[in-house]
């Protein structure tokens, strides 16, 4: 590296610098004079600022714009500031109220609309006759009548 | 809006547990025991009045109530009813889902089982011995007293 490829390179901040260059520049700056004390006066100067800046902050007093800028903020929009997305989500619920409601009773309504449904058309329940007889030595008959079911046992004569 | 969000779980809570509920809820039986007669005068007591229908279909011509009892069934509990005779029988309630009711009886004095499904209601009237001198028992079993 000459020293008009190095110069570019001798204000970087640390980590600027990917390897290959650091290396490079390090290598150029053990060998160049020339370059050392341009790199010294850089960082010379970069303090210089630095400290200015730092002692120049100091003195002022941030705390007046920093309240400023809490003051222009509006206090409903503090108020009401989503902390996160369970707090966004209730802010949302809390304007759209009637969506909220609707997406709240939905589950219900199909639940009952599903009970409703089963016990209309019957499901799985019973809703027919159904007689099973089982004799070990009589005959069993069964009778349909109006009223519901009569189951005999016998010799199968009792019928009429 | 908390409300309404409580309001709607709880209706979602108990739609999804009414039926299992509603399953295993008692359910009131009325059970009497009969006594039928091929002999005799011809003819069915006030009390039975409401078995007529039933009892008129069998060849046995006159009837005696022996025994009633009002119990409440849940499902798979067997209830023991005793025969005035001897003996006795296990009604069971299998399951009472919207009106009907599944009933098991067990009549051991007639080696007789039977599985009846009857609709809201209606009435079984199952012979539950075997019959001997021209007579025989009987029980009839209404769900929903």
Redesign the interface.
Known sequence: MRCAGAAPLLGSLPGELDPTEAALLGAHLATCEPCRARLADIEALSGVVRDGLRDEAARRDLSIFADGVMARIPASAWQGAPAGPLERLRAFLRRHRVLAAASALAPALAALALYLYIGRTGGTGPSELSVEVTSEDLAAIVLDTSDGPVILVGDGSEGT | ?RS??TA??V??AV??C??AWAADAPVPVRIRVLQGFRQGAPGVPPGLE??R???S????VRWEQAGEMQASMVPKKPVSVSLPGGGSVSVTLV?A??G???FEVSAPG??????????PG??????VS??QGGS?WFVTI?AGG
């Open positions: 809006m309404t969000w709607a779980w209706a979602v739609l999804v009414l039926p409401d078995l229908g039933q009892l279909a069998t060849a046995y399951e889902r919207q009907a009711a599944t007639s080696r007789t089982q039977s599985r009846v499904t009857v609709p209606k009435r079984i009237v199952q012979q075997a019959e025989a209404k």
